[in-house]
């Protein structure tokens, strides 16, 4: 699915939506909301255009905000990732913000987050026994309040995946041997599967390929 003006990029793959919610709309990504989370189209900021996607999620019990790309065509491998993220508001100290999280079946297999107590860039993964495998990506912290580019590869291939990760153009990950549960992706999400996972942010320029 894609609204015009749709943005591109030079990854490979085929394109499962691409969009910088211009039209108004969610432009393919199925929102999924509850309690005091909600998704919804904003001009309050943008990274171009005039229009991004808003995830706002609370404390409060059920509250729920995220995005996710329609299913992926059974089979598919590798996905591509890639959009604009303004995060001016995190959530709470030991918990985080996601950026993409990419699912085999219904399990989450690797995802990147700003960790809220230190704005650090993490990248977890769940290993084929199920265990996570945490690896910190930026020892800086990420400022709130700016646009930030952020890119994710992930090919799902047991024992031997590869996992790219690339925040404001400079590569920061890149593995070929990741041993990560699952050999094929089922989706991308952004923002939070689970409930009272504090943090506002805003997306735009969002491009989502698989192959």
Request: net charge positive.
């Amino acid at each position: 699915a894609t609204c015009s003006p749709a943005p591109t990029n030079s990854y490979p793959g085929s394109v499962v939506l691409a969009t910088g919610f211009e039209a108004g709309g969610f432009c393919g990504l199925i929102p999924q909301v509850s309690g005091t989370g909600t998704a919804s189209v904003s001009t309050a900021f943008r990274h171009s255009g005039t229009r991004s996607a808003k995830l706002h999620v609370t404390t409060d019990s059920g509250s729920l905000a995220n995005l996710s790309s329609p299913a992926f065509s059974s089979g598919t491998k590798t996905s591509y990732a890639d959009g604009w993220f303004k995060i001016t508001v995190a959530g709470v100290s030991g918990n985080d913000v996601p950026y993409f999280r990419f699912f085999s079946g219904s399990t989450r297999v690797a995802d990147i987050y700003r960790y809220n107590s230190n704005g650090q860039l993490w990248l977890r993964v769940t290993a084929p026994n199920g265990t996570f495998v945490y690896t910190k990506l930026i020892a800086g912290s990420i400022t709130l309040g700016d646009w930030h580019h952020v890119t994710m590869r992930v090919t799902a291939n047991g024992s031997a995946s590869t996992i790219q990760v690339w925040f404001d153009g400079v590569q920061r990950y890149s593995s070929s041997s990741v041993s990560m549960l699952g050999s094929s992706l089922s989706k991308v999400q952004l923002g939070a599967e689970h409930n009272r996972q504090k943090g506002d942010e805003y997306i735009d320029d969002v491009v989502i390929k698989r192959s």
